[in-house]
């Protein structure tokens, strides 16, 4: 098969296959690779592995990072949920809670799986893990995660220095977005919109890390983008669509990412990292 | 347009954090610079510019470059205490912190010293993607994506045949090449990424050819 570059080419290729998304993905890589659907399967599930240890490692710790400025948010979290009386169900606060683990065991160097970045590492973990127990729809869950973010790479690169942070973020927040619908047994159709939906709503994020460290914002960014990540299932599988088609919202985050100045997109030479405190935590980090 | 990625380019890779670019980039650099020098280093200089150099501290950019040079993959959480690791060997190694813009925001020279010279230069693209893209001053593209065979050699007429036909006579595809020279006639460089790993009787073979002098065959990085 070719190599499928756009979500109207994805869709048009379930219907005449008459095949999930993940399959999709699946046939093609074990293409590419030269390896067999099995084994592609068994990658993944080595991939699955490594967020599950992160999200566990992330909630048992409360080691700050090198720059000390995030790790023990996830632990206030917890005690939260625990003592108190959240407005959130379980899945919604196991889907926080192991976003902002896996984004603090990150900031103290600990061992992730990028997704699709290290920054954005903590999203779509924390949607298949708080959403999911079954392994196999685990599976399928992170390679339909995986296919939307290869089609968003297409056009736009994911990378803060390059797209500012609706490549990064943005970008999880749309995976995990697909990733939860498939899980709640959506369709195909479905899936691209819950992408489609919550790309639009984080088009024009800014990457303005204080210090240039992956921390301030992003950590705490990775628990709002499971949310939002959640936002845009409920609105897909409740039969809302999109007005502007998906590729055409790709095409729009191209030009929004070219246009955002070159001082928001990881050079911290502006918006938070430029703020009046964020540069006095700057200072004293490089001294 | 960007080059599209696979799979395991979005869902992956397992690194060690907090940052693909300065951390696990840092380290994949320094593990290719440390296979194409292939000796055990006794003396490092790494001189990190700009954005590497700004927020290498915090990334842990210097810990994954001395641990990459070291052979440590991005996934080995000794790069957290690489520091203490090698306080126990005796390599030296020192860091540079320097701006020019000139250069790349993420770009880094590693210069060995002991017990041979050689130096590199190294880029970290984003997402863990990487480029060494200078050998003792001559051109590459080095990505680590590719079994790679690197080599410099005598630019005259011919070179170019004499090489590929022994990759050929292994039935090993070219996935693409490029080559450089300094001035006609004079030293030149030539890169070849292969969708196979080479086997060691062709490098042999190659070794053997008087014009080229300097060859290493890499293996892709996983």
Do not use: W
């Amino acid at each position: 098969m070719n190599e499928i570059k756009t979500f109207d080419e994805l869709l048009k290729y379930t219907q005449k296959e008459k095949i999930e998304i993940y399959e999709v993905c699946q046939i093609f890589e074990s293409q590419e690779l030269n390896i067999s659907i099995k084994e592609i399967r068994k990658k993944v599930k080595a991939t699955l592995e490594v967020m599950e240890e992160s999200i566990n490692n992330g909630i048992h710790s409360t080691k700050l990072s090198s720059s000390k400025m995030t790790g023990n948010d996830c632990k206030k979290l917890e005690n939260y949920f625990s003592q108190k009386k959240s407005c959130l169900n379980i899945s919604q606060q196991k889907a926080l809670l192991y976003a902002l683990a896996t984004a603090e065991e990150n900031a103290r160097m600990g061992k992730i799986a990028a997704c699709p970045t290290a920054g954005a590492c903590g999203i779509v973990p924390a949607i298949i893990f708080a959403y999911s127990q079954d392994t196999e729809t685990q599976i399928n869950a992170l390679i339909t995660a995986g296919q939307i973010g290869k089609i968003i790479s297409n056009k736009v690169a994911l990378a803060g220095a390059i797209m500012g942070c609706q490549g990064e973020c943005g970008s999880a927040a749309a995976m995990a977005s697909g990733a939860l619908v498939f899980i709640q047994k959506g369709t195909n159709e479905e899936i691209i919109t819950a992408a489609t939906l919550t790309l639009k709503n984080i088009l024009g994020l800014v990457c303005d890390p204080v210090a240039g460290l992956v921390e301030v914002p992003c950590v705490k960014r990775n628990a709002f983008m499971a949310n939002i990540a959640i936002t845009g299932a409920e609105l897909s599988l409740s039969g809302i669509k999109s007005v502007i088609p998906p590729d055409e919202v790709i095409d729009a985050m191209y030009q929004i990412g070219t246009f955002i100045s070159p001082q928001l997109k990881e050079s911290s030479e502006a918006g938070l990292a430029a703020t009046k405190t964020g540069l006095k935590i700057t200072q004293k980090l490089h001294k | 347009m960007e080059k599209t990625k696979t799979l395991f380019e979005v869902i992956g890779p397992i690194i060690i954090g907090p940052s693909s670019s300065h951390t696990a980039g840092a380290t994949k650099i320094g593990l290719l610079a440390g296979k194409i020098y292939a000796q055990k280093p006794q003396k490092i200089t790494f001189k990190l510019y700009n954005s590497f150099a700004k927020t290498g501290k915090g990334h842990g950019t210097d810990k994954g470059l001395l641990s990459g040079v070291l052979g440590l993959n991005v996934d080995n959480p000794q790069i957290r205490n690489i520091f203490e690791i090698v306080q126990k060997s005796e390599i030296e190694y020192n860091f540079e912190y320097l701006e020019n813009f000139s250069r790349h925001p993420n770009s880094v020279d590693i210069i060995f010293e002991k017990p041979e010279k050689m130096k590199l230069s190294g880029i970290s693209l984003g997402g863990g993607e990487i480029l060494i893209d200078s050998i003792n001053g001559y051109k590459f593209n080095i990505t680590g994506n590719y079994p790679t065979l690197l080599l410099i050699y005598k630019d005259k007429p011919g070179m170019i045949y004499k090489v590929t036909v022994l990759i050929q006579k292994q039935n090993i595809n070219i996935a693409s090449m490029n080559c450089e020279r300094k001035a006609r006639g004079k030293e030149a460089s030539m890169a070849i990424y292969l969708d196979s790993p080479l086997k060691k009787e062709v490098t042999k073979e190659l070794s053997a050819i008087d014009e080229i002098y300097f060859i290493r065959s890499l293996e892709a990085l996983k």
